[in-house]
């Protein structure tokens, strides 16, 4: 046997499936000897024997057979299991490592955009009320504005503007310099 050929998927196949009808032909040939060693024992007797005794060792007898029929039913399930297991854990394993990353990436990147989301979202809102002039309650003088940022002839100038900007400030980029994104 090719020990190198166990680590591929078809050698492994044709391993087990060989160890698997080898014990499920043992377990039916010990189940069929069980059967005629009880029967024959059953209907021999031996001197000295008491009225159950036929019964009681024949049932004694049959039972080891009965147990290794048993025991070579379990050991081809292992055979079976031995190959799903190999599958699981050795030839599929990449692929399944593969797919839970992709998948904590999207996640990842699902939070990431969710939170710039809600940064953006709450910095709109404070340059909205930073933008909106505040009421003044009422009897009360309302406060000029210093005259740098009033001009009559062009409406857009009378808010303060970012540094070098040719419009009006709408957004929180024009108060912070925009940096590399982190």
Known sequence: MDINALFT????RAFTATVRDQHVRDAQQYGQIA?????RLEQTP??????????????KVARQLRAMQKAS??????????YATYVNEV??????????????LERKQGRQAAVGAAVAGSLNRTVTALNTPQEQPGGTVPQARPAEFVAPDNPWQ???MA???????????????????K
């Not at 001197?47 to 049932?59: Q, V, Y």
């Open 9 to 12: 998927d078809e050698g492994l």
């Open 35 to 39: 059967d005629i060693v009880r029967s």
């Open 46 to 59: 031996i001197d000295g024997d008491r009225w159950m005794a036929k019964r009681l060792r024949a049932w």
């Open 73 to 82: 039913t379990e050991a081809a399930a292992k055979a079976e299991a031995l």
């Open 91 to 104: 030839l599929e394993l990449p692929q399944r490592r593969a797919v839970a990353e992709a998948k904590r």
């Open 158 to 160: 009378q808010w303060p």
């Open 163 to 181: 540094a070098g900007g040719e419009r009006p400030t709408s957004t929180i980029n024009d108060y912070f310099p925009k940096g590399d994104g």
